[in-house]
Nanobody, 123 residues
């Protein structure tokens, strides 16, 4: 599975961005796709995930009510709509996929990763 993330950029606090992650290759093997982020000097942090075949999502408490994960099964692409952005949301955002529908917040349980897209939120 190959993943291509894009849509990052510079935005002011309170603004919005939508990230996209296009999947290619053995997409039939995808059961869950997730978004993680890594701020400077910090480890990967779970942001949200979505089951590929049923509409079930999870969001980290830090982004609940502000970020929304969704997917277009036909494309196939997963999105992360980010609203009410805060400076602490500044990070490189990565999409990832795994061949299991069980939820996990652990990045090491995702075998496939995109290259990351930088989101910078200015105060």
């Amino acid at each position: 599975v190959q993943l291509q993330a894009y849509g990052g950029g510079l935005v002011q606090a309170g603004g919005s961005l939508r990230l996209s992650c296009a999947a290619s290759g053995r997409t039939f093997s995808i059961y869950t796709m997730g978004w993680f982020r890594q701020a400077p000097g910090k480890e990967h942090e779970f942001v949200a995930d979505i089951r590929w075949r049923v509409w079930r999502t999870s969001h980290a408490d830090s982004v609940k009510g502000r970020f929304t994960i969704s997917r277009d099964y036909t494309k196939p692409t997963v999105y992360l709509q980010m609203n009410s952005l805060k400076p602490e949301d500044t990070a490189i955002y990565y999409c990832a996929s795994r061949g299991s529908s069980s939820g996990t917040y652990y990045p090491h349980e995702y075998p496939y990763w995109g290259q990351g897209t930088l989101v910078t939120v200015s105060s």
